[in-house]
């Protein structure tokens, strides 16, 4: 697995495609990465390392970053394409948004004044009104003005989740812990980096502290995890909680039902909700659509049919007033039931977290005009009801249900309770997805359950993982009231850390106007602590052992975070050196055996070391050695045409070139080996052809070079339509003083066909040009080999404790017991070649 960075430009900001111009940052002595096609060759300079001097802002002309690769087994489209859709298809994506995305938020009304009045008792018809006004404007604030208004709006091109947000932040500013980061990445049409605006220079001081605190680059990782720990931790107490309070009309339907065997119902219920879940997003979101559909409607007609028939005066909620009386009467107990209240807006964040399932104009309109309407409504209705019965305040719902329709209603009730802890745990599995990409969680089995949107996944793992935890729950509490407040822990932790990340797009990203950021800062951010300081206040009823859960996630995460860092830390330090493989000459000090040898290695730049052990290991290395770094980027999807970078690493005659495949969070990795390999044959031919054209143009000067070094990144890329573009410094450039040592060394022996005889009409860049193609063919057919290093960290002796004990143990565990990168490859065995080695850090 290739950890991700953030791009390593000196700024870079840009809001277009890749067809259109962009504004970068140039240094005053160089152009930068960007080419232009204005220049001469000579004046395209660049360097994959830092550049300090001063920058310049400039525009720069269209480009294309890397060759097609449609050949990749990668089904289904990299964008949202719901506008193109017919009226019949967009039916269809309403009910999978229904059955999706909605299930969690449409079930609260099972449970809210439950809970809420199981905290402050009813002592009168104001208490009503006062609870009532609560929830109605806790759904008006949180659900709607803040996720659907705002937060749906900050995604990361159709992804949502606190990883999605921190990936948006990395792509604008330098704030990832992990150094493998190149400034080509930033020519990936989806950074969609925006262009200089009034509020520019803001954003760059915000951008520039982000970037120089380490301090601040820590605490905004570890806000992610906390984050996406929290969503895991929801994940657990959902099914538990939804389920439960679904099953519990049994008590209202059958007189002295008891509460035991509403758990062992409960159980089974998870069973099979956790076994259909492999079935897929698609395929099960269509199949329980319609029944939340019908769900949504009973939750309104139902409100309808006891405001008409109890008390219409409870409209009189929507007065914001009755929520101070409520506070001036109850006081503590008040305080207490908001920990109950904030249960109305349980799926705020699902809605989030799922949007790469849908769109966002999809989820918006569906809430507007549907769900939230059905839920004002049911809570009304429920209101009502109890105005003119107010020793009701269990099981609220279902008591208030019309005796004729309550069978009904009960199993379509238990059929949204279930379609409610999927909401949740498709959210967990995107935001796991999201992470493991990132480089923060470990690797996971990820099956892609749908063809045409490569969003929809499911992980048996954290499947299994999910219902294990939620069966603990619910035989251990037994009761909605001890879930509900654990319930209120998770949500809130989300909550917040999404009010902080979205906070940071706004003044980085969005720059829009200071007092609109920290209105909505200091709100929203206010209001979930007052809910927090509510759960907290309960912590003791047993939702501690929610926050030890989370506690332990968020240190599985932290943990391989760290790991990563420091092993791919090592790996830049302890890589090869040039001169060394240089001096060795262009048999590298072996046998070079007829063949192509794809060396797959997590560094961006550089020899690995681990090169070095198949040079000592093996009695021979193969005639063509190809660096395959896997490499994600913070972006959701990298266009397929805009996948691999290609480049020379020495001399022509040493026939080692590097490969850095580039891949989004988002995008699937299916890759036939042959296709692959194919594939790669002949972008590499497409590459030579247009360095020999580069060449070509170069006037005859001594020292020239084409190749990558310790201090150069000389790059020619090929595009789409098959024509390459050069990126790459003057072919010599940086070898002027070598000149001499390569061209002794480009006269040695190697292994291949015979350099064709000189022809007066061929020229001897022809000749070269053929013989390097011949070469390329010949070695092909002699067989590809994938040469894998498997690299292990352990920690000096005279390391401090806790280090030994991270690394040693907890970091050894985690990577022994996850899924290998092999896993991915599909190669057969018998084309494996693996060696191992042990970093000491």
Not at 213 to 239: E, H, Q, R, W
Not at 357 to 376: E, I, N
Not at 646 to 654: A, E, L, M
Not at 797 to 803: G, I, V, Y
């Amino acid at each position: 697995m290739a950890e991700y960075g953030p791009e390593r430009e000196n700024g870079g900001l840009g809001s277009m495609d890749s067809i259109e111009s962009r504004w970068v940052f140039q240094d005053e002595d160089n152009t930068g990465d960007d080419e232009s096609d204005d220049l001469p060759p000579r004046m395209r300079l660049d360097s994959e390392d830092e550049e300090n001097g001063e920058q310049r802002l400039i525009r720069t002309g269209p480009r294309i970053d890397s060759f097609d690769v449609e050949a990749l087994d990668i089904p289904g489209a990299q964008r949202h394409d719901y506008e193109d859709f017919t009226l019949g298809r967009n039916i269809v994506l309403i009910f999978q948004t229904l059955g999706i995305v909605f299930g969690d938020v449409g079930t609260s009304p099972l449970y809210t004044f439950d809970i809420m009045f199981n905290k402050s008792p009813i002592q009168g018809k104001e208490d009503i009104l006062g609870a009532l006004s609560l929830v109605l404007y806790t759904l008006i604030l949180i659900p709607l003005i803040k996720y659907v208004l705002v937060v749906l709006w900050a995604n990361d091109d159709g992804e949502g989740g606190t990883f999605a947000l921190y990936s948006l932040i990395c792509r604008h500013a330098k704030v990832s812990l992990l150094p493998n980061q190149l400034p080509s990445d930033t020519r990936i049409s989806s950074f969609r980096l925006k262009v200089p605006s009034p509020e520019l220079e803001r954003s760059l001081k915000i951008k520039e502290k982000l970037e120089n605190s380490f301090t601040l680059k820590k605490l905004l990782l570890m806000l992610v995890l906390f984050g996406t720990s929290m969503v895991i931790a929801d994940g657990v107490v959902t099914p538990a909680m939804s389920v439960m309070s679904a099953v519990s009309g049994l008590k209202v339907g059958i007189a002295g039902f008891p509460q035991d065997k509403v758990v062992m119902i409960s159980v089974a219920c998870l069973l099979v909700l956790f076994s259909v879940q492999r079935f897929g997003t698609s395929k099960v979101g269509l199949a329980v659509g319609p029944a939340l559909f019908v769900w949504f409607c009973c939750l309104g007609g139902i409100g309808i049919y006891n405001l008409l028939k109890h008390d219409t005066s409870v409209l009189r909620a929507f007065n914001p007033i009755h929520i101070y009386y409520y506070f001036r009467r109850n006081s503590t107990q008040a305080w207490l039931a908001l920990g109950g209240c904030l249960l109305c807006a349980t799926g705020s964040e699902a809605m989030f977290a799922d949007l790469c399932y849908f769109s966002v104009k999809s989820v918006q309109l569906t809430f507007v005009f549907l769900v939230l309407p059905c839920l004002l409504l049911g809570y009304l209705g429920q209101a009502a009801y109890l105005m003119a019965n107010l020793d009701q305040s269990e099981q609220v719902f279902f008591s208030s249900i019309p005796g004729g329709v309550f069978w009904p209603v009960f199993f379509i009730a238990n059929i949204a309770a279930l379609i409610a802890c999927r909401a949740m745990t498709t959210a967990t599995f995107s935001c796991v997805k999201q992470s493991t990409a990132l480089g923060c969680f470990p690797r996971l089995k990820i099956i892609h359950t749908s063809r045409k949107f490569m969003g929809q996944i499911y992980i048996p793992v954290i499947n299994w993982f999910l219902l294990v935890f939620c069966l603990v729950f619910v035989t251990t509490f037994g009761s909605i009231y001890e879930i509900g407040n654990a319930y209120g822990i998770a949500e809130l932790g989300v909550m917040m850390a999404t009010t902080i990340l979205v906070t940071i797009v706004m003044l980085l990203i969005w720059q829009i106007n200071i007092i609109t950021v920290f209105t909505f800062l200091i709100f929203f951010l206010g209001l979930e602590l007052l809910f927090f300081s509510s759960v907290l206040g309960s912590v003791g009823d047993g939702s501690w052992v929610l926050l030890v859960f989370g506690a332990v996630v968020f240190m599985v995460m932290f943990i391989w975070n760290y790991g990563s860092k420091l092993k791919y830390e090592t790996e830049v330090k302890q890589k090869l050196s040039m001169d060394l493989l240089m001096k060795l000459g262009s048999n590298l000090g072996t046998i070079r055996a007829p063949g192509i040898g794809l060396v797959y290695n997590e560094l961006v730049k550089g020899i690995p070391a681990i090169f070095g052990h198949f040079l000592t290991t093996l009695p021979a290395i193969h005639s063509m050695i190809i660096f395959v770094c896997i490499k994600y980027v913070p972006v959701p999807v990298v266009p397929q045409n805009e996948r691999f970078l290609f480049r020379r690493v020495f001399p022509k005659n040493y026939h080692i070139f590097r490969c850095i495949a580039r891949y989004g969070y988002k995008d699937l990795r299916k890759e036939n080996h042959q296709t692959f390999e194919q594939l790669l044959i002949e972008s590499l031919e497409k590459f030579i052809r247009r360095e020999a054209q580069e060449r070509s143009l170069e006037s005859d000067e001594d020292g020239e070079s084409e190749f990558e070094s310790d201090n150069s990144s000389s790059r020619l890329l090929v595009g789409p339509n098959g024509s390459a573009y050069a990126l790459g410094t003057p072919l010599l450039a940086d070898y002027r003083s070598t000149g001499k040592e390569i061209m002794e060394a480009s006269t040695s022996s190697d292994v291949g066909p015979d350099l064709p005889t000189s022809d007066s009409g061929i020229s001897d860049a022809e000749q070269g040009l053929e013989w390097e193609l011949s070469f390329i063919h010949k070695a092909k057919e002699s067989g590809v080999v994938y040469l894998l290093g498997h690299g292990d960290i352990r920690a000096r002796k005279d390391s401090w404790f806790f280090k030994k004990l991270v690394i040693n143990y907890f970091y050894a565990f985690l990577r022994k017991n996850c899924r290998r990168g092999i896993a991915t490859l599909n190669v057969p065995h018998t084309n494996l070649m693996q060696v191992g080695m042990t970093y000491m850090v």
